[in-house]
Every structure is written in structure tokens, then in C-alpha cells.
């Protein structure tokens, strides 16, 4: 068992605002290894610590938030699963996305292979204008009275994170205040939004007709999608379309086909009991095994871990 949070009690920090922090444990096995490494303490408001670490398989933990505790978590690497019950609904957190999470007890998935995060959490006391607007927006909004969110990285999570990193890294008496920014403007947005997985993110100044051709994807990623046919479609030959394509996105068309289908598997997978071969089938797969090494290439995991709960045991099911 490897705890990676434990709760502080150090030189300058309010006994009373970190009390009972946040606690996250996870069963890695012995060949596991994991590093966390506090950040930003501030001055007993908030603190913020970093982790990273290898998963040789998929290992089963456990993330307590008490009463009253708030945290924000930016994803880079290593896929999660978080769940309130062994057999109730997930919470997807794949590679590359933001997590607001405030008091609960959440069972745990973290998938196999390189995992990094920054994780920033406070006593809900210290944001009381935040704490104000979740308690009278839970009472009309059932959506806005959960307990966790989840959104990939976006244009406007961008800014907020070159913001906390500049905190980070040049400390000052003010640091704690941006990095309280950070923490209003990134919960106030996921609260708003609904949890979203998405592995085939794009920029958001593509040209036209480009942007129309991805579009034209994640909106029927089922489609053959030949390199030809898309090049026609944004007006280039095949060759220089593959260029332009991956220097634009970041990873090259046939990838991001690959991603868009992926997402929509994941969307069957989670929310169906439909065969694995069957929404292979439906999300434009030639076949199961293809399915399979997307999902585990892109999250770590394999289709049956989307679907396992989470009681002691870890899924050995190789792709």
C-alpha cells in the first residue's frame, strides 16, 4: 500500500485549516515507485504538492476528501477512474485534464504506466465566496450538488495553469493569493461544465478548413476516413496535408481518427453493457483487438477496467 497524502502539520500552518487534509493510498505492488513533492504551502490556507511515479498494472485505491476540504488536481500523465461506490457510476480522468473535487470518499483506479499531477487543496473556509456558490447552486441544481468534476485541458485552463506555475516557481507573499485565483476561476468553470473525456483535443485557431474537416471527424469517427479523401477536403495533396495536419494538431490524421474513435468507445463503454466487440463495431473499429490497444495506447487501461468495480482487485486482462 503506498500513501502518496498524508495530513500536514508543519511551521506556519493553521492547525485548524489543515486539520483533516485529504488523503489519497493506493495498492501498487512492489515493482511500483512513486515521488510526491510538496510545492506551495502558503500560509496555512492552501497547499500544493506534485506526484509522479510508474504503475507496472492497473492498482485499486482509495481518496478521502473530509468535510469541509476542497481540492484541484491537473492531470498531465497516467489515466484514473474515480467512483463513489464499487458499483456506481465513473468519473473518467484521462491524461491531460483538470479535476475539482471537494468531501467525499472516491474508490480509485489508477491505470498502468507514468503518472504526474499537481494537486492544490484548501479548507473551503478559506474560499468562502466559492463556498457560498456551491452551497446555494447545490440546492437548485442537481448538477451542481456532485461532488467531483472532470474536464480535459482547454485554451482557457491553459492560462489558469501558466498562472499557478508562475506562483509556483517565483514564490512571494502574494503567491498564495494567485494561486487562490486559480483555485475560483478553474472550480467555478468545471462546476459549470458537464465531465467530459476527450483524447483528440485540437488548438482553437485552426484554419477553416481544417477546423471544418475535424469537426467533420469526431463528428462521424465511424467513417472510413481515407488520407486522400481528407486531403481533398482541406484543399491540400496528400503529402503536404499529412505536414500540415500534424504540425496544426500535433499528431497525424490517421492518430487523430484513431482518437475520436476511441473517445466514442469509451463514451459506450462506460455508460453501456454492450459486447466489446459490438462497440468495436460501433465506433468504427475493424476489429475488437484494435479497440483494445487504443484504449490501453491512449488510457492505460483495457475495455474491462471501464468496467470493473473497484473491490481489492486489480484486472490483469492484456490487450
Request: with cysteine; charged share 20%; aromatic share 8%.
Amino acid at each position: 500500500m503506498y500513501s502518496l497524502y498524508t495530513p500536514y502539520r508543519g511551521n506556519g500552518v493553521r492547525s485548524e485549516d489543515i486539520e483533516n487534509h485529504l488523503e489519497i493510498s493506493f495498492d501498487c505492488g512492489p515493482h511500483a515507485s512513486f515521488n510526491r513533492k510538496p510545492e506551495f504551502q502558503g500560509h496555512g490556507h492552501i497547499r500544493c504538492d506534485s506526484y509522479s511515479g510508474t504503475n507496472l498494472r492497473t492498482a485499486n485505491g482509495h481518496l478521502t476528501i473530509p468535510e469541509g476540504m476542497a481540492a484541484v488536481a491537473l492531470n498531465y500523465y497516467g489515466t484514473l477512474i474515480a467512483r463513489h461506490t464499487a458499483h456506481g457510476p465513473l468519473v473518467l480522468i484521462p491524461p491531460r485534464s483538470v479535476l475539482f473535487a471537494r468531501s467525499s470518499e472516491l474508490l480509485l483506479q489508477a491505470a498502468r504506466g507514468d503518472h504526474q499531477a499537481t494537486v492544490i487543496s484548501w479548507n473551503l473556509k478559506s474560499t468562502p465566496v466559492l463556498e457560498s456558490w456551491l452551497a446555494r447552486s447545490g440546492k437548485s441544481d442537481p448538477n451542481m450538488a456532485r461532488s467531483i468534476s472532470c474536464r480535459p485541458f482547454s485554451p482557457f485552463f491553459l492560462k489558469s495553469i501558466d498562472r499557478l506555475q508562475d506562483a509556483i516557481a517565483r514564490p512571494s507573499e502574494s503567491s498564495e493569493l494567485h494561486v487562490l485565483s486559480v483555485v475560483y476561476e478553474i472550480s467555478a468553470h468545471l462546476m459549470l461544465s458537464p465531465n467530459l473525456v476527450q483524447l483528440s483535443a485540437t488548438p482553437p485557431d485552426l484554419p477553416e478548413t481544417v477546423s471544418e474537416l475535424v469537426t467533420a471527424v469526431r463528428e462521424n469517427p465511424v467513417g472510413p476516413w481515407p488520407l486522400r479523401d481528407a486531403a481533398d477536403r482541406a484543399g491540400y495533396s496528400p503529402f503536404h496535408f499529412s505536414r500540415v495536419f500534424k504540425g496544426l494538431v500535433g499528431y497525424g490524421f490517421h492518430e487523430y481518427v484513431d482518437r475520436c474513435r476511441t473517445e466514442a468507445a469509451v463514451r459506450i463503454l462506460v455508460s453501456s453493457d454492450k459486447p466489446v466487440d459490438k462497440v468495436a463495431q460501433i465506433a468504427g473499429f475493424g476489429t475488437t483487438q484494435g479497440l483494445r490497444e487504443s484504449i490501453k495506447e491512449y488510457l492505460g487501461l483495457v475495455p474491462s477496467e471501464l468496467r470493473s468495480t473497484n473491490d481489492g482487485t486489480s484486472s490483469n486482462e492484456e490487450a
